[in-house]
């Protein structure tokens, strides 16, 4: 059974940093894109930040480009999301999600595209 964790949410201040995880069992995590996904109250759950399998392609979404940083281990089947100068519109829950197709060529934005997806992990930040 796949299975993805989140881990690394909680409150923090404007201008602060977070730092969350993502952790997988019971896939071959190396062999797909993840991504980062989140939801804010009242709002559709939208595209924040993607990585390719091999760790050389990544995708941002306009709102988080320059703050925050995806990254991965593919040895640990984890993935990283490096979140710096957080604002208040950033508050929402962060979903990781990993792609339904093995060695995708690009990272996609669009939640149809993820077939695995874990619990989330309340990220607020206080303005």
């Known amino acids: 059974q796949v299975q993805l964790v989140e881990s690394g949410g909680g409150l923090v201040q404007t201008g602060g940093s977070l730092r969350l995880s993502c952790a997988a069992s019971?896939?071959?995590?190396?062999?797909?894109?993840v991504a980062w996904f989140r939801q804010a109250p009242g709002k559709e759950r939208e595209f924040a930040a993607g990585?390719?399998?091999?760790?050389?392609?990544?995708a941002y979404a306009d709102s988080v480009k320059g703050r925050f940083t995806i990254s991965r281990d593919n040895t640990k089947n984890t993935v990283d999301l490096q979140m710096n100068s957080l604002k208040h519109e950033d508050t929402a829950v962060y979903y990781c999600?990993?792609?339904?197709?093995?060695?995708?060529?690009?990272?996609?934005?669009?939640?149809?595209?993820?077939?695995?997806w874990g619990q989330g992990t309340q990220v607020t930040v206080s303005s």
């Open positions: 019971g896939i071959t995590f190396r062999k797909y894109a």
């Open positions: 999600a990993a792609d339904g197709v093995v060695y995708r060529s690009v990272v996609h934005t669009a939640r149809s595209e993820y077939d695995y």
């Open positions: 990585i390719k399998w091999s760790g050389e392609g990544t």
